[in-house]
């Protein structure tokens, strides 16, 4: 069955640097991936989605890559900020058909 | 408009009762998922339905739990026999189309704690 593996260790940076999240999979490409971020006490609430043909997306401060022959996506946040702290979440989706799963979750914190 | 609404938004119930939760999804929303969270991991997949069709249940811990959502929109959650291990965060979501490209919508989650 396919595997999602995050950042299980909560990453700390300073305020105004450039976070990395990582989300890696296994076995074969999904369709699309789905990035989410969740504060403590709420869901999940969806933020960005990369296609498999697409090799990277932007919005405002946020970037997510697709490499399909590293089997990974990677999540950066710009100019960080504190209130960028949450744990975000990845989730492959493999076909239109199939359910939507999710990683663990890599828990962020922006310091001032 | 309106999220995605679920009830109760905190149970306690005795072990060995039934309960059923509650999710009512944003208005036109064609696929409803059911998630549960433990603190510090990301949603567990349950079930989903695209319309009223369960199209896949594999993430049923077990047959004391089951799902229904026979009109295609209000859809309920039902664990029978609770045990203590089935005390979780049970978030639900929807979405506004069956593609895999479309955006969940979560609601804000039922606290089931079962004593």
């Known amino acids: 069955s396919q595997k999602i593996e995050q950042n299980s260790e909560a990453l700390n940076i300073q305020e105004g640097k450039t976070a990395t999240l990582t989300c890696n999979y296994t076995n074969y490409s999904p369709a699309y991936l789905q990035w989410y971020r969740q504060d403590p006490g709420r869901g999940p609430v969806f933020l960005l989605l990369i296609r498999e043909n697409e090799k990277e997306k932007r919005k405002e401060r946020l970037k997510v890559t697709f490499d399909t022959t590293l089997k990974q996506s990677l999540f950066h946040i710009t100019a960080s900020q504190p209130a960028d702290s949450a744990t975000y979440l990845c989730?492959?989706?493999?076909?239109?058909?199939?359910?939507?799963?999710f990683g663990s979750g890599t828990r962020l914190s922006i310091r001032p | 408009g309106a999220g995605v609404s679920q009830s109760p938004r905190y149970k306690v119930t005795k072990r060995g009762q039934d309960v059923a939760l509650r999710c009512d999804p944003i208005s036109g929303h064609v696929s409803l998922y059911w998630y549960r969270q433990a603190l510090g991991q990301g949603p567990e997949f349950l079930t989903y339905f695209n319309y009223e069709a369960q199209q896949d249940k594999s993430g049923l811990p077990n047959d004391r739990f089951s799902a229904e959502r026979p009109e295609g929109s209000i859809s309920t959650l039902t664990i029978q026999r609770t045990e203590q291990r089935d005390s979780a965060m049970y978030r639900c979501?929807?979405?506004?189309?069956?593609?895999?490209?479309?955006?969940?919508?979560f609601g804000n989650g039922t606290r089931l704690t079962v004593t």
């Open positions: 989730a492959p989706v493999y076909s239109s058909a199939s359910k939507i799963i």
């Open positions: 979501a929807s979405s506004i189309s069956t593609l895999g490209n479309s955006p969940l919508h």
